[in-house]
T-cell receptor, first 117, second 112 residues
Framework: DTAVSQTPKYLVTQMGNDKSIKCEQN?????MYWYKQDSKKFLKIMFS???????INETVPNRFSPKSPDKAHLNLHINSLELGDSAVYFC????????????????FGAGSRLTVL | QKEVEQDPGPLSVPEGAIVSLNCTYS??????FMWYRQYSRKGPELLMY????GNKEDGRFTAQVDKSSKYISLFIRDSQPSDSATYLC????????????FGTGTRLTIIP
């Protein structure tokens, strides 16, 4: 029973197209994230949502638009895809902890590998 | 300069060796330190989690934090081929719901 599942696993598309990646978590967590991992394995946060509210937006081009219909789902839509968008996109979730109550321990999905031709 | 620096490797060691993986960081507000392991074509999974300075042991794995030097380490004893993966350090401050800042990851191969 997958805790954080994202679809599709692989996505190959042409420059200029629009695509979406979906993510769902069944852990009961209240915070969800999108991370981008480049070819050198560097993981960079893009967005985080807490109970459907945008919390973190890390200087991502506005071609990327996250949507959280409920706290168990966080989708990522990308418009006008560019070559530089090729990467693995990871969805993750965590349970909010108050100040001094511990770090956010993230549970990651398996990743969606996007290739833009 | 990145907030978290990690030698990307790759690192290859024979089976049974002791492996040492390290990260340095610049943000003195970091209080929580984690190591994630990522197998090829998979998502990162949490391996070790420590708070502030000190050591933590879990089986063959030991995490060490030296906040005075802003340096963290992960030691793997009796390394196995199944330990071959990319290891990412991650850290955060203590303000509640902080984002994790990751290192670039070290790719480790254990040679049978």
């Amino acid at each position: 029973d997958t805790a954080v599942s994202q679809t599709p696993k692989y996505l190959v598309t042409q420059m200029g197209n629009d695509k979406s990646i979906k993510c769902e978590q069944n852990l009961g967590h209240d915070t969800m994230y999108w991370y981008k991992q480049d070819s050198k394995k560097f993981l960079k946060i893009m967005f985080s949502y807490n109970n459907k509210e945008l919390i973190i937006n890390e200087t991502v081009p506005n071609r990327f638009s996250p949507k959280s219909p409920d706290k168990a789902h966080l989708n990522l839509h990308i418009n006008s895809l560019e070559l530089g968008d090729s990467a693995v996109y990871f969805c993750a979730s965590s349970q909010t902890r108050g100040p001094g109550s511990g770090a956010n321990v993230l549970t990651f999905g398996a990743g969606s590998r996007l290739t833009v031709l | 300069q990145k907030e978290v620096e990690q030698d990307p490797g790759p690192l290859s060691v024979p089976e049974g060796a002791i492996v040492s993986l390290n990260c340095t960081y610049s943000n003195s507000a970091f209080q929580y330190f984690m190591w994630y392991r990522q197998y090829s074509r998979k998502g990162p999974e949490l391996l070790m989690y420590t708070y502030s300075s000190g050591n933590k042991e879990d089986g063959r794995f030991t995490a060490q934090v030296d906040k005075s030097s802003k340096y963290i380490s992960l030691f793997i004893r009796d390394s196995q081929p199944s330990d071959s993966a990319t290891y990412l350090c991650a850290m955060s401050a203590n303000f509640g719901n902080e984002k994790l800042t990751f290192g670039t990851g070290t790719r480790l191969t254990i040679i049978p």
